[in-house]
């Protein structure tokens, strides 16, 4: 079957917002990160602060005073989260892209154009990429890998009931620090243009 | 890093073998499969028919009465499984190639130019695939496969000590059911060719 959109989910550290970037620029797509969050802002009276923070804060979630337009019975981050779905669904219809995080891969799953990718490495090499590209502290980095791992597993889990990084979930898995940033962008870019059998 | 050596593990039924194969003739290098049993097969004194069935039966192990060469306390499937462990190894050291199943890609995994990569589908695609490709019975063919899939996780775990079809242990985890045989090969190429960053 043709693809059309691509989800990445990504540890901290793999550089698989790099890869989507890179893979949007090469295949001539929009690519959204905080792009998303700045949408889903746009359209909800909850504060972009809060979006920024969602899939980094985890599922410690707690009540929120009531705005309008917003269903005030549910904690803060679930309105965040489907407030996100909302928009994460309006730019998947508006054709192709490249969707980093946010769960987008469990939102678009009813979708058969859809390429899922899962971006992995090595601690070492999340950790050196985390040091030299994000310009994160040696000291604390594998204790912020550690935690950001967690978060991220949690925020899917809580979302999707689905194990993140469970190589089942996704169309394709990719181990970056083996294979490279290039070839990452490479392999999804022909994952992508297949038609499938 | 370069690559030189591509493991495949993969799922009944997910054209992987399929899938090497193409590989190895797009790539212009040497691919085993069978033709690994029967290396194993010659340089040693158990019986091929021995080889041929030994990832299929699992890990149910049973005494092999003496044979000139092999040492006689160890159960017949952990014999073939040294003798293979032998073969993998030799034939890596002679240049690029494709291997398919017996573990290759833990037998190898001290090699830095090794790329692993894990083929699955869809149980129904699977199905499909057994039935018009391999010739399954399709009224046995979803408790076969289920068969297998077990005894090849066995039997990955009794010698690795490592879950098959776990994301992190592969370079490369590919649904063939979505991207194809074809876009399954070109994207393993494309990671294959990838110097890594």
Known sequence: MEHNIVTISRQYGSGGRLIGAKLAELLNIPFYDKELINLAAKSSPIHANFFEHAEMKGTGSFMYPFHPGVPFDLPLNDKVFLA???????????????????????????RDDLLKVF???????????????????????????????????NY??????????SAKNYHLCIDSGCIGIDGAVEAIRAAYLSKGD
Do not use: N
């Not at 040091?131 to 791992?149: R, W």
């Open 84 to 110: 996100q779905f909302a928009v994460i669904r309006e730019i998947a219809s508006q054709g192709p892209c490249v969707i980093v995080g946010r769960c987008a891969d469990d939102v678009l799953k009813e």
């Open 119 to 153: 971006i992995f490495a090595d601690m070492e090499v999340r950790k050196k990429r985390a040091i030299s590209e994000y310009g994160d502290v040696p000291e604390k980095i594998e204790q912020k890998i550690i935690t950001l791992d967690k978060k991220r597993a």
């Open 156 to 165: 899917y889990q809580h979302y999707t009931q689905a194990k993140w990084g």
